[in-house]
């Protein structure tokens, strides 16, 4: 499963829903959590349920948002969504590997039920959105057999330690968040699970999205969370190798392929050894490209 977009879909908006199938999502992210108000949560479920039964007709990848596991909705949403159709869970507000333990083990007996095989329903986590979850980030390792990415949120993190703001002037985020952009890299890798950047928010402002997916890929995120339909070319773009990319890699698996005894070898007057071959087989990975 290709985890590079993904777009949420408020789950009260069938009109939404029909726009974002048509996006080029690689995931859609059909929320039943803070998108939906409290009055309207219970018809969330019924319509999302709904998409799920349309699954086959849809290209994306559909996971669901559910409502964090002390609203108490957490049971309701998942026996409405989880049957064939659905890939996957996206779970908020985290608080380390023991909520991630505890919504999968909601999961099991449904899962069970609908007749799919154990585990095949994957898990995003947001793993910072509490000052709790700061402090967990390590437990994420060795990986739940469902975890398929790691996330991350400013917006609640945020309210929870009293920010007037998590962004400087020049629009990058201020160190606080820094710290949590960075710690959910460190705890993606720990775990072996693929690291997914936060939402950008004004989207409108394609340009500055673009630049920042960019540092984001630099970075070593693989994948970014969208928000609006417009959002999903340029983060497919930005976290694609591109041709460039693709062919370097290919040079590097090649020429180490050829001297199979070398540990380091000198290709176009570079040195290059195992980490970058490992970086060059990453990059082909990404691009469903051999070599
Ligand atoms: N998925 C699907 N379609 C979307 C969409 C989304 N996330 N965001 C916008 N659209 C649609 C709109 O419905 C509109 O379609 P229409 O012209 O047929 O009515 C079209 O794209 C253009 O929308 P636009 O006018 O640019 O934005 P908006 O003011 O209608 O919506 C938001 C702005 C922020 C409310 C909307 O983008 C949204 O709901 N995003 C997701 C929010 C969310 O799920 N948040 C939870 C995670 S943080
Ligand atoms: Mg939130």
Not at 112 to 118: D, F, L, R, V
Not at 126 to 150: C, D, K, N, Q, W
Not at 239 to 251: H, L, T
Request: charged share 25%.
């Amino acid at each position: 499963m290709r985890l590079r977009s993904l777009l949420f879909v408020p789950g009260d908006s069938d009109r939404k829903f029909e726009k974002a199938a048509q996006s080029g999502a690689d995931v859609l992210i059909c929320d039943l959590e803070d998108a939906v108000a409290p009055s309207q949560k219970s018809a969330a479920r019924q319509r999302v349920s709904q998409w799920i039964d349309r699954a086959e007709d849809v290209a994306p990848s559909l996971f669901v948002r559910v409502n964090a596991l002390d609203t108490g909705f957490t049971g309701d949403d998942l026996a409405a969504v989880v049957r064939p159709g659905l890939a996957g869970i996206m779970v908020p507000k985290a608080n380390g590997a023991h909520d991630l333990d505890a919504i999968s083990s909601l999961i099991d007996p449904l899962e069970k039920t609908a007749g799919m095989e154990a585990n095949v329903i994957r898990i995003v986590v947001v793993a910072t959105e509490t000052p709790a979850a700061m402090f967990a980030l390590g437990s994420y390792a060795p990986p739940h057999p469902r975890l398929a990415a790691l996330t991350w949120g400013a917006e609640d993190l945020g309210a929870a330690i009293g920010i007037t703001s998590n962004k400087e002037s020049d629009g990058s985020w201020t160190f606080p968040f820094q710290v949590a952009r960075a710690q959910c890299l460190f705890a993606s890798a720990n775990a072996g699970v693929a690291p997914i950047d936060t939402l950008y928010s004004d989207f409108r402002d394609s340009a500055g999205l673009e630049v920042d997916c960019r540092a984001a890929r630099r970075d070593g995120f693989t994948g970014r969370i969208a928000i609006h339909p417009n959002q999903v070319e340029t983060i497919n773009r930005c976290f694609s190798p591109s041709a460039e990319e693709i062919a370097e890699a290919r040079k590097i698996v090649r020429a180490f392929a050829d001297n199979p005894d070398a540990g380091t070898l000198g290709i176009d007057g570079k040195m290059y050894d195992i980490p970058h071959l490992k970086a060059a087989q990453k990059t082909l990975a990404a691009a469903g490209a051999s070599s």
